[in-house]
């Protein structure tokens, strides 16, 4: 089974069970399998279950994941990129 996840500007996220991630545009026809730039991470929260793992949450789908979102950067990690 692969697990389908619809993004902003008619991009599909689909992670398959045993592969890696990729990325498709119906509208376009284009596949790649890094994210797309269209992916809005303002909508998206990190925050913690009741056992302090991290989990992901976009507050406009209200869907949650326990991988971040396509593109998703922890602030130290942007902190040291814009160094």
Avoid: C
């Avoid at 498709?24 to 992916?39: L, Y």
């Avoid at 909508?43 to 302090?52: L, Y």
């Avoid at 507050?59 to 326990?66: A, K, L, N, P, S």
């Avoid at 998703?72 to 942007?78: A, P, V």
Wanted: no cysteine; proline share 11%; glycine share 8%.
């Amino acid at each position: 089974m692969v697990d389908i996840f619809e993004l902003p500007g008619g991009w599909v996220r689909y992670e398959p069970p045993d592969g890696r991630p990729y990325y498709h545009n119906a509208e376009t026809g284009a596949t790649q399998w890094d994210a797309p730039t269209e992916v809005d991470l303002s909508r998206w929260q990190k925050t913690f279950d009741e056992d302090g793992t991290p989990y992901y949450y976009d507050q406009e789908t209200q869907e949650t994941r326990w991988d971040p979102p396509p593109g998703w950067q922890e602030e130290e990690e942007e902190e040291e990129a814009a160094q």
